[in-house]
């Protein structure tokens, strides 16, 4: 599970170093954790499912600042529709329903959102929305009806619902309940999975 350790990995200077400790300090626990989630998500999703770790080959001069993984029903990819994404930022751990870089039925998937708030009003009170998968912010769920607005009339907007784990969060110290908070969360989020890919 991540440790302080995983966060300090964006610390690292240059390209080629920081990919180096990405390499061997975070995408261990993606393909461990990753597995785990996508294995129990399974249970309760009637096609396959597959994980996906980021590669970030397209990256030439900048080190990435954040890194992620994802799981999805597509065995090549994972941007062409909504999916389960698993981030890490220097300041937390994003657990993302994610529609992100324009998949394809965006605008009916964003139509969907909009005619069924409902799932998104039964969701806990700590659950949040991140209009960028390139920045770390993050904004309340009494904003939806503003994101998913844009989220459908913007050509390149994306939008991510879910919640986070801070850094300095005394749940890190104890992985088994850490990772109970995470797939507990993606089960919160199958509703709206389900509703994604009808």
């Known amino acids: 599970m991540f440790t302080e350790q995983s966060f300090s990995v964006f610390e690292v200077e240059g390209l080629d170093e920081r990919m180096a400790a990405i390499r061997s300090i975070i995408q261990p ?15 309760e999703w009637p096609q396959p499912l597959f994980l ?10 900048c080190p990435p600042e954040c890194t992620w993984m994802a ?4 065995k090549r990819g994972y941007k062409m529709e909504a999916h ?7 300041e937390y751990v ?39 998968h390139t920045q770390s912010s993050t904004y309340g769920m009494d904003e939806a009806d503003q994101w998913m607005n844009r989220f459908k009339t913007v050509k ?16 890190w110290q104890t992985p088994a309940q850490a990772r109970d908070y995470l797939l ?15």
């Not at 799981?71 to 597509?74: A, M, S």
């Not at 507990?184 to 009808?198: G, I, K, V």
Request: hydrophobic share 40%.
């Open 94 to 132: 994003g657990i993302w329903l994610s529609m992100i870089d324009q998949p394809k039925e965006k605008a009916r998937m964003a139509q969907y959102l909009l005619e069924n708030k409902p799932i998104l009003q039964q969701l806990p009170k700590d659950f949040l929305l991140s209009p960028d």
């Open 156 to 171: 390149k907007s994306e939008l991510q619902i879910g919640r986070i784990i801070k850094k300095d969060d005394g749940i």
């Open 71 to 74: 799981i999805g029903t597509h």
């Open 29 to 43: 626990i993606f393909q461990t954790v990753g597995e785990d989630l996508r294995q129990s998500l399974q249970e």
């Open 52 to 61: 996906h770790i980021a590669q970030h080959r397209r990256r030439t001069v």
């Open 184 to 198: 507990a969360t993606y089960q919160m989020l199958l509703p709206l999975f389900r509703l994604l890919h009808q």
């Open 84 to 90: 389960f994404q698993l981030v890490i930022w220097p």
